[in-house]
Structure formats: C-alpha cells, structure tokens
C-alpha cells in the first residue's frame, strides 16, 4: 500500500495546499497531511486551529488523515510506514530549497519526495503572504479555500 506524508507549517491552509491534498490523495492509497509542531516560526494560528482546518479540507477525500510530527519529518515517515513526501512547487526558488531537503531526508532515511507542480492559479499563492494581506486589510477570499477565510477574519 502506498502511504505518503504531505507535511507543512498550515497556517493557514491555501487553496494550493488544498490542490495538492486532492492530487495526492488521487495518487497514492492513503496521504496523511502531517502539520509541524516544533518549528520555530511565529504563528498566526495555534496547532490545534490548523488541525481543525486541515480536518475541514481533508474530509472529501476518504483516503486523507490528519497528523503532527515533531522533530525530523523523516522519522515520522518512517513511524508511520510511509516511504514518500509530497512537496508542491511553485517555483525555481521552491526547487532549489526543496531539492536540498529531499536529498538530505534520503540519505538519511531511504524516504523519497515527490514533487507536483502548483497549479497556475496557486502559483502566487503563500501562507505568509496570504497573512501580511489579510492583517493589512487586502481581500484574500480567492487564495484560501472559505472556511479558512471565515477563521482569517476572525483572528485578524
Ligand atoms: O509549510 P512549510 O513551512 O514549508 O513546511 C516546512 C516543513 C515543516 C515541511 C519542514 O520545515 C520540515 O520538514 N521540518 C521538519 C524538520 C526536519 O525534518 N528537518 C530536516 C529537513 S532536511
């Protein structure tokens, strides 16, 4: 049975996360979208405000789970039986730092990524741009799926 891990910080989830689940879910049996819990970034939303998101998003595709990891992603892959990474691109910068940290994650480990290439639509589209628009008062109805909006403009 294929199992892959698509991990990421989630705050907030985006449309091109969203695109991502749902092409990843057509393509192996079982994707666990796993949120970081230990990074040290500043965070809009706590973890378990991302796990609820994620759970919201995940819920049309039966074969999607909700995880955490702490500490190497690798070695939550491998806890749970899962031999690949997804990664989306959304571009040559994305590449280059992706590239590295899927070499490194394979040395160590055996444990493989794959990469998909954003969609046009979702190409411009970031968390942490969607955050500094959303703070300053700009419209990020159309970069995040509408749950996460409403949860948005909630907080900010
Ligand atoms: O959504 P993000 O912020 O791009 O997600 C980054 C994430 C969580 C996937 C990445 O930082 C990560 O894999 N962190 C786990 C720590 C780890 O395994 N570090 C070694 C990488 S070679």
Same mark, same amino acid.
């Given at each position: ?6 991990? /990421? ?13 749902? *092409? ?18 500043? *965070? ?22 909700? /995880?955490?990891?702490? /500490? ?78 409403? *949860? ?5």
């Amino acid at each position: 049975m294929a199992k892959a891990v698509f991990p /990421g910080t989630f705050d907030p989830p985006t449309n091109g996360h969203l695109d991502i689940i749902g *092409r990843a879910a057509a393509a192996f049996d079982e994707v666990i979208v796993a949120a970081g819990v230990n990074q040290s970034k500043a *965070r809009l939303f706590d973890l378990d405000e991302r796990l609820t998101m994620l759970t919201e998003l995940a819920k049309p595709f039966a074969n999607v789970r909700i /995880g955490t990891f702490e /500490g190497l992603l690798v070695d939550y892959c491998r806890a749970e039986g899962a031999g690949v990474i997804i990664k989306g691109l959304r571009s040559a910068a994305d590449y280059d730092y992706e590239l590295q940290m899927a070499q490194l994650n394979h040395a160590m480990t055996g444990v493989d990524t794959m990469f998909l290439p954003t969609r046009a639509e979702n190409a411009f589209v970031s968390s942490s741009w969607v955050k500094e628009i959303a703070k300053l008062g700009g419209e990020v109805a159309s970069f995040v799926p509408a749950g996460v909006h409403a *949860r948005l403009l909630e907080k900010i």
